[in-house]
C-alpha cells in the first residue's frame, strides 16, 4: 500500500460542513424542553424534534437511492461530490425559512418540517462527505481523518447550544427563565444565510467533485484481497460488514442522540434545574464528542509514533478547554466542570489500548459506554448527570469507527453502501422517541437502559466485522498501521 498524504487544504473547506451539521443536531436539544414547555407536550412527544430531525436522513437517502436508480448512475458520480454538497446546503437554507411562519403563527407543525427540510439536505451533504474525508489522503489513516472531521463537527455541537439558547433566553440574565416561540427564528435564518454562504465558497474551491472508490478498495484489501464485485440492483448489501453496520448506525447515533434529548427532563424532574440553565450541562455532553474525536484525530496528522501519542493526551484536554472557554464566555460558572478531567483519562486509555483498529476502538469504547450508563442509573445528583453526559466521550469516535467497517472494500459501491448507512441515522429519532416512551412508563433515571441496549449490539459488530473483513483478506491491524511504512 502506497503512503499518500493528507490534502489538508482540500480537507480543511470540506469540513466546513461538518461544523454545521453539529451546531444544528445540539441545538436541538435546547428546542426540546422550550417546544415541550411552549406547546404542553408530553415527554415522548418532545422527541417527535428528533423524529423529524432524524427521519429526515433516511428519507433522503432512501430519495438519492432511487434515483440513483432511475438514472442508472450514482447521483454523485453523475452532479459530483462538492456540487453534491452545495446542494445539499443551498436544501438546509430552504428549510430554515419555515421558521419564520412557524415562530409567528407558533405552530409545532411548522417547526418540525423546517428541521425536516434542514436535515434533508444535511443527509445529501453526508453521503457525499464522508467518503471524501476517508479519501483525502492515505487509506490507513481515514477513520482519522473523519474523526477530526467529527470534532470539528463537536465544536458546533459545544457551542450550537450556547448560541441558541442566548438567543432564545435572551433576558435570563436578567432572571427571565421562560422563552417565546417567536425568538426561535433568529437563529435558524441566520443560519440559512450562512448556509448560502459556505455553499458558493465551497464551490468555488478546491474540494474534488470525483473520487476513485475502485482503487480505494483495491488498496485496502492488497495482494490478497477477496472482493466482492456485483452489478445487481442492490449489490451492497452482498457485503456483511454493510448490513450489520446499517443496524450499528442506527444503534449508535440512536444512544447518541437519545441520552443528550431526554437529559433536560432528568436534568429538570431530578436535579430541580431550570430549563434556562440547561445548556451548559447539554453543550458539555456535545463538548465530550469533541474531546474525544480530538484524541483519535491524532492518528491522522503525518507525524512520528510518539508525537501522535503526545497529541492524542493533549488534543482533548484542548478541546476540555474550548469547552470551559465558550462557557466563561457565556457568563456560566465552570468550576463544577473541572471534575470531568479524570473521566477524559479514561477515554484517553481507551483509545491508546486500541492502538488505531476501529474494531477494537469500537469495543472498547461500547463497554465504557454501557458502565457510564450503568453509574448514572445506580447514583444520582451530580455524579449521575457526569456519568450520563460522559456517554458523549464514549460515542465520540464511533461514527467514523463503524463507517469505516462497513465501507471497506465495497469498492464501486461505496456511494452506494455511504448512502444506506446515512439512511440508518433515523435511528437518533426512532430511539430518542422509544426511550422517552419509556420514560413516561418507569421515568427518565430508570430509562437509560435503552442506551445499554445499544452499546450491547455495537460491541457485537465490533468482533462481527473483524471477523468478517478478515475473510475478505481486509487485516484491520494492517491497515491501522498503513502496511507502507506510515
Known sequence: MSKQTTRWSQFLVLITVFFFWGFVAASNDILIPVFKQAFDLKQWQSQLVSVAFYVAYTVGSLIYFFVS???????????????????????????????????????????????????????????????????????????????????????????????????????????????????????????????????????????????????????????????????????????????????????????????????????????????????????????????????GAAGAFDVGASMKSLLTFILPFIAFGVFLAVNAIAQHDIKPFLVYAPVILVMIAAALLSRGNPARMLLYFAVCGIAALLLGMATSGMLSTFAFTSVGLFCSVMWPCIFTLAIAGLGKNTNEGSSFLIMMICGGGFVSLFQGWVADIVGIHASYWVGVACFAYLAFYAVAATRTLRRQGIDLDKLASGSGGH
Open 69 to 295: 436508480k432511475a438514472i442508472k448512475i450514482d447521483v454523485l458520480n453523475r452532479i459530483g461530490y462538492k456540487n453534491g454538497i452545495c446542494l445539499g446546503l443551498v436544501i438546509s437554507a430552504l428549510g430554515t425559512l419555515l421558521f419564520y411562519p412557524a415562530a409567528n403563527t407558533g405552530s409545532f407543525a411548522l417547526m418540525l418540517s423546517g428541521l425536516f427540510i434542514v436535515a434533508l439536505g444535511f443527509s445529501l451533504q453526508q453521503i457525499a462527505a464522508n467518503p471524501l474525508a476517508i479519501v483525502m489522503g492515505d487509506p490507513s489513516t481515514g477513520a482519522q481523518r473523519l474523526t477530526m472531521a467529527g470534532g470539528i463537527n463537536n465544536f458546533g455541537t459545544t457551542i450550537g447550544p450556547l448560541i441558541v439558547s442566548i438567543a432564545i433566553f435572551g433576558s435570563v440574565a436578567a432572571g427571565g427563565t421562560t422563552a417565546s416561540i417567536e425568538s426561535v427564528k433568529t437563529p435558524y435564518l441566520v443560519l440559512g444565510a450562512v448556509f448560502i454562504l459556505v455553499a458558493v465558497f465551497l464551490y468555488f474551491s478546491s474540494v474534488p467533485n470525483h473520487i476513485d472508490l475502485e482503487h480505494l478498495a483495491a488498496e485496502e484489501a492488497g495482494d490478497s484481497g477477496k472482493l466482492i464485485h456485483s452489478n445487481s440492483a442492490f449489490a451492497a448489501f452482498r457485503y456483511p460488514q454493510l448490513v450489520l453496520g446499517m443496524l450499528a448506525i442506527f444503534v449508535y447515533v440512536g444512544v447518541e442522540v437519545s441520552t443528550a434529548a431526554n437529559l433536560p427532563a432528568y436534568l429538570e424532574k431530578d436535579l430541580g434545574m431550570q430549563t434556562a440553565h440547561i445548556a451548559p450541562y447539554i453543550s458539555l455532553y456535545w463538548a465530550s464528542l469533541m474531546i474525544g474525536r480530538w484524541s
